[in-house]
């Protein structure tokens, strides 16, 4: 209710250093934290590539056109899954710009290699704007939990709580089995494997954030050729 003081946390046992003051009862979320990761896999954990380039016939696929520092450096292949209809629509819609909106010129605005990387602030490219095709504030329900996030080149949506589902994405870099009950996984990169290795090693700073300009300079739905 009004008056009412919080601490902002995400991740179970996790409180971010962010106060809120409520001026009045709301539900309204606050800017998504950054990930934090609270497991790493055991040593000799072996993540399990797929070996095909290509998404099996019946996966809508998308590409993430990269470039760096104003150079592109190649596609990432997005192979989407049929059991998140509404996930995966949305993250296809803004890479079409559907909707006259989306992911092309966007910022990949985080990087932490061998955890995560994190994209999809169309609007300021810093991890606190971007909005879903769906109603009016943008957000959208959690729509399953029906994968895991067991390897590398898990596509998920981040959130800042139960059905808060945005525009804002993570790329798995390894497993990380604490955000199957947080994140929606929607989908894996099926190609493009040396683009996600070359973006997990540009530089960053203590927070993240990449010291060069990396973003994503076009995308759309991806359809194989004969």
């Known amino acids: 209710g009004p008056g009412a003081l919080s601490l902002s946390n995400h991740l179970p046992g ?23 990761p609270q497991q790493r896999p055991t040593p000799g954990f072996v993540v399990n590539r797929p070996m095909a380039d290509q998404a099996p ?12 520092e104003g150079k592109w ?32 010129d966007s910022r990949i605005h985080r990087i932490e290699p061998g955890f995560v990387i994190q994209g999809g602030d169309f609007q300021r490219g810093n991890g606190f704007g971007g909005h879903s095709i769906y109603n009016n504030n943008g957000r959208f329900e959690s729509e399953n939990f029906l994968y895991s996030h067991d390897r590398r080149g898990i596509v998920s949506m981040v ?4 059905n808060t589902t ?12 604490h955000f ?47």
């Open 14 to 36: 996790r409180t971010f250093p962010c106060l809120w003051l409520f001026c009045a009862k709301t539900t309204t979320s606050c800017p998504p934290p950054l990930l934090t």
């Open 57 to 68: 016939p019946d996966r809508t696929t998308v590409f993430l056109g990269i470039s760096l």
């Open 73 to 104: 450096i190649g596609n990432l292949l997005v192979a989407l899954f049929r059991e998140t209809p509404r996930t995966s629509d949305n993250f296809l819609a803004l890479c079409t710009h559907r909707h006259g909106f989306g992911y092309r």
């Open 159 to 162: 959130n800042i709580g139960p």
């Open 166 to 177: 945005g525009s804002h994405f993570a790329i798995d870099l390894d497993a990380n089995p």
């Open 180 to 226: 199957d009950q947080e994140f929606v996984a929607f989908g894996m990169v099926v190609g493009g494997w040396d683009v996600l290795d070359r973006l997990e090693h540009v530089p960053v700073d203590q927070e993240g954030r990449p010291l060069q300009e990396v973003r994503i300079s076009n995308s759309g739905q991806h359809f194989a050729g004969p």
